[in-house]
């Protein structure tokens, strides 16, 4: 029996993890949930996967705060990376880990190890951002309609 997820958007996610293990794990999960998971171990993969590819969101282990963000940085200072929010993986989360991670373009956190079905709630979370919407409008989701503008801010 296929466990599949038809009223949500597919998006294609970017997942960045060295251990390969939970690169597929991830990837399972999200591709369990109707997504498109990207993987990549190291930082040149993720830029060729960006080059070649349209993201809705990047999903980002890190295992040190100040290496992370630098990381994280340089993924999103790429064009077609500037505005796809990210869910940061992390081995802690203290108050300065927040802050620090969502000034670098980080919308969720969630500690390591991961339970899935915490993740799957923050991928539908994330996805449901208005640039990832309307960009989806029509090519994955018909049954959705969205006023032109509607979200303001």
Request: with cysteine; proline share 5%; charged share 25%.
């Amino acid at each position: 029996m296929e466990n599949r997820r038809f009223d949500q958007v597919a998006a294609t996610i970017l997942v960045v993890d060295r251990d390969p293990l939970m690169l597929t794990a991830v990837a399972s999960i999200l591709n369990m949930q109707g997504h498109r998971a990207l993987l990549a171990r190291t930082e040149d993969i993720a830029k060729q996967a960006i080059d070649e590819n349209e993201l809705d969101l990047i999903v980002l282990a890190i295992d040190e705060l100040s290496a992370g963000c630098e990381f994280a940085q340089r993924l999103r200072s790429l064009e077609k990376t500037r505005d796809v929010p990210v869910i940061f993986l992390v081995p802690q989360l203290t108050a300065d880990w927040q802050v620090r991670l969502h000034a670098h373009g980080g919308v969720y956190s969630l500690l390591q190890p991961i339970d899935p079905h915490a993740l799957i709630d923050l991928v539908d979370r994330a996805i449901w951002m208005p640039h990832v919407a309307n960009s989806k409008i029509g090519a994955h989701a018909p049954h959705v309609t969205f006023a032109k503008d509607w979200v303001r801010l």
